[in-house]
């Protein structure tokens, strides 16, 4: 039996252990094709199957009805941030983007690099984006609204979107996709780089809805506009196989083992309380986002000083609790407690926690 560590990286991350188990037991003979999934051809009926297969599940899970498209891009989560303006963006029309930290700050400075008419309509900027803000003004003439769902490097989260009435939701969901039930209506686009909640590193899933795909312009490259993916179910060219067929396995696993994306919200949520009810009830730890703007995915914490820091991140990791380390943008603590992180790791992180500061506060 392998010797596996309580694993809160932040992305590649955590995969289900009846996921790998899968693989691994497939992995010279895949369905009786006798060739591992990395062997077979994209246009066989295996490949074909699974891909099939994989996106009926992310649409019942995700409650997709029949205008939207799930897609399997390359590029991860960063070629989305200038995919999307290229793509939706209307002629004369601004685009609007929140601004919640790093990856917000990034796509909107790829919009920007494109020439668009970027409006930053909400930031946290003031206080280090350690909250989500409140109001979001909305113009009905932006040609979408952008909002980062997740911060993972700032451990903040939307707990409900902006209501942007007709003007379409654009989310990048790389951390939080799979991981709670939301309303994809409003949405015109949401994206995720699969390495965090819903599989390795290699593949972006894309969830674009009918209306967006007019907006496409024919004069972007072939291989830049959604509608090359959607009018051929993304096998224009070689898709990662191997990366969809494991996000193929985790939406199985979400369905069959865990029971559906509200029964996964609900471990999600048990997780999370877990971790911040202990941190709200000491002050040796403290939190870095507010209370009302907490990710249930990054658990971001700081250490009375950086020495205490670096000696929590050498013991926790001897422990075998791994990942903990902050982004190194901001430095700090941080655990990701994605789909695939047992309660029973985050319990023994707990331990832990009470453990370190009962041994240095
Ligand atoms: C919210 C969010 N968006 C985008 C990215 C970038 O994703 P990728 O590395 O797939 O380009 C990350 C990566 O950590 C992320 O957390």
Known sequence: MAQRIHNFNAGPAALPLPVLEQ???????????????????????????VLDDAIVRIKRLLKLDDRFHVLFLQGGASTQFCMVPMNLALPGKPVDYTDTGTWSTKA??????????????????????????????????????????????????????????????????????????????PFGLIYAGAQKNAGPAGVTLVIVRNDMLERVPDSLPTMLKYTTFAEKKSMFNTPPCFAIYVVWLVARWIEETVGGIDKMEAVNRGKADLIYGYMDSQDFYRGTADADSRSWMNVTFRLPTPELEAQFLKESLAQGLGGLKGHRSVGGCRASIYNAVKVESVQTLVDFMKDFSRRNG
């Not at 591992?36 to 994209?42: C, G, P, Y």
């Not at 803000?133 to 409900?160: C, F, K, M």
């Open 108 to 185: 909107i400075k790829e919009a920007r690099i494109q020439g668009k008419d970027v409006r930053v309509t909400a930031s946290s900027a003031d206080r280090e984006f350690r909250y989500i803000p409140r109001e979001v003004p909305v113009d009905p003439d932006a040609s979408y609204l952008h909002v980062t769902s997740n911060n993972t490097i700032r451990g903040t989260q939307w707990r409900s979107f902006p209501d942007a009435g007709a003007v379409p939701l654009v989310s990048d969901m790389s951390s939080d996709i799979f991981s709670r039930v939301f309303d994809p209506s």
């Open 23 to 49: 693989i691994q037991s497939e992995m010279l003979d895949f369905r009786g094709s006798g060739m591992s999934v990395l062997e077979v051809s994209h246009r066989s009926k295996w490949f074909e199957e």
